[in-house]
């Protein structure tokens, strides 16, 4: 009986010992700080003026069509759905499209000048000019077809369109009222 209750106050003392010595330590795990920075990055779009959630958007490609929420990455908006469609937006060109019925992601690189659209089936390009601005709604030129960028009167877009070529057809982003 006595072997027992000493062994089990040597692991309280144990217990105490190491509370008092880790009470000035700090625990960092660096592998979690990278997925929770990596977290935040992706987390929904929250417009700085609204207390709501971030706006549900209603996208078209050609024939298909989606509802995408927005997410801020590595500088550009994403907007994406549960499905595998996403849209990738750099704040005036899109950049990528994925799903949509595309068998492979469509890049898109570009933005005044000449443009580049590109995956495994197709690669062509075109000219567009720079974006000119008509009270609330800014309009690229391209060789493709126009480009357009629509805003509200508090200067947030509300629609995006742009066409692709080569039969691919328009894309159309507008935020669901």
């Given at each position: 009986?006595?072997?027992?209750?000493?062994?089990?106050?040597?692991?309280?003392?144990?217990?105490?010992?190491?509370?008092?010595?880790?009470?000035?330590?700090?625990?960092?795990?660096?592998?979690?700080?990278?997925?929770?920075?990596?977290?935040?990055?992706?987390?929904?779009?929250?417009?700085?003026?609204?207390?709501?959630?971030?706006?549900?958007?209603?996208?078209?490609?050609?024939?298909?069509?989606?509802?995408?929420?927005?997410?801020?990455?590595?500088?550009?908006?994403?907007?994406?759905?549960a499905d595998g469609d996403a849209i990738a937006f750099d704040g005036w060109t899109?950049?990528?499209?994925?799903?949509?019925?595309?068998?492979?992601?469509?890049?898109?690189?570009?933005?005044?000048?000449?443009?580049?659209?590109?995956?495994?089936?197709?690669?062509?390009?075109?000219?567009?000019?720079?974006?000119?601005?008509?009270?609330?709604?800014?309009?690229?030129?391209?060789?493709?077809?126009?480009?357009?960028?629509?805003?509200?009167?508090?200067?947030?877009?509300?629609?995006?369109?742009?066409?692709?070529?080569?039969?691919?057809?328009?894309?159309?982003?507008?935020?669901?009222?």
């Amino acid at each position: 009986m006595n072997h027992k209750r000493s062994i089990s106050r040597t692991s309280c003392n144990v217990v105490i010992i190491l509370l008092c010595v880790m009470q000035g330590c700090t625990l960092s795990v660096p592998q979690a700080d990278s997925v929770i920075g990596f977290v935040k990055s992706v987390t929904p779009f929250e417009p700085e003026v609204s207390t709501e959630g971030p706006a549900v958007w209603l996208a078209s490609v050609g024939e298909q069509g989606a509802i995408l929420n927005p997410y801020k990455t590595s500088g550009l908006i994403v907007f994406a759905n549960a499905d595998g469609d996403a849209i990738a937006f750099d704040g005036w060109t899109l950049r990528s499209i994925t799903g949509f019925g595309f068998s492979s992601p469509l890049a898109i690189s570009g933005k005044d000048g000449s443009r580049t659209f590109s995956n495994h089936q197709v690669e062509f390009s075109t000219t567009c000019d720079g974006w000119v601005l008509n009270e609330l709604t800014w309009t690229q030129s391209c060789g493709n077809g126009p480009g357009r960028i629509q805003l509200n009167e508090v200067g947030d877009i509300e629609q995006i369109s742009m066409f692709l070529g080569s039969g691919l057809g328009l894309v159309t982003l507008r935020v669901a009222k």
